[in-house]
């Protein structure tokens, strides 16, 4: 067996930082919050348990979130990671170019390959919105390939 990574993914916390997704993200090699942090002590509360890289999302306006860049290239163990808020504003054609794209902003979680390309969106963390469950992700990178799992929370 090579060498292979964890990567916690969360996004959509809006300012709420649930113990539960804590716990479910400890043990990750890293963390990747897909946007709509809000208040600083989320990252805070992500950097405690992993390093982290984070975005941007369209609630961001203040605080460390609003210095945050829109967008990141990322790459782990030779696969070409993508992350952007919202997946509607993808402006590149990932196929042979990208191996995860990595979205928020739907609060709907999505971990679907489509072609060679797999899109992932963690679902929302933060407050529940309309009936859509809480939940956060994780990725689990090998240099053969990466494997996507949504976890729901118990709230």
């Not at 930082?17 to 992500?46: C, F, N, Q, T, Y």
């Not at 952007?84 to 902003?105: M, N």
């Not at 090998?142 to 729901?152: A, F, Y």
């Amino acid at each position: 067996m090579g060498v292979s990574m964890q990567i916690g993914v969360i996004a959509d916390t809006h300012s709420k930082m649930r113990p539960e997704a804590l716990e479910v993200l400890k043990g990750s090699d890293l963390i990747l919050h897909a946007g709509d942090v809000g208040r600083d002590e989320v990252l805070e509360a992500l950097e405690a348990i992993a390093p982290l890289v984070a975005i941007r999302g369209n609630i961001d306006k203040t605080g460390r979130a609003a210095t945050l860049p829109d967008v990141k290239d990322l790459e782990f163990l030779g696969h070409s990671f993508y992350m952007l808020h919202d997946v509607k504003t993808l402006d590149t054609e990932p196929q042979g170019r990208y191996r995860v794209v990595i979205a928020g902003h739907s609060h709907k979680p999505r971990n679907e390959w489509v072609g060679d390309v797999l899109y992932f969106n963690p679902g929302a963390a933060g407050p529940r919105r309309f009936t859509l469950p809480i939940t956060v992700g994780r990725l689990q990178v090998s240099e053969d390939g990466v494997v996507g799992e949504i976890i729901e929370l118990p709230v």
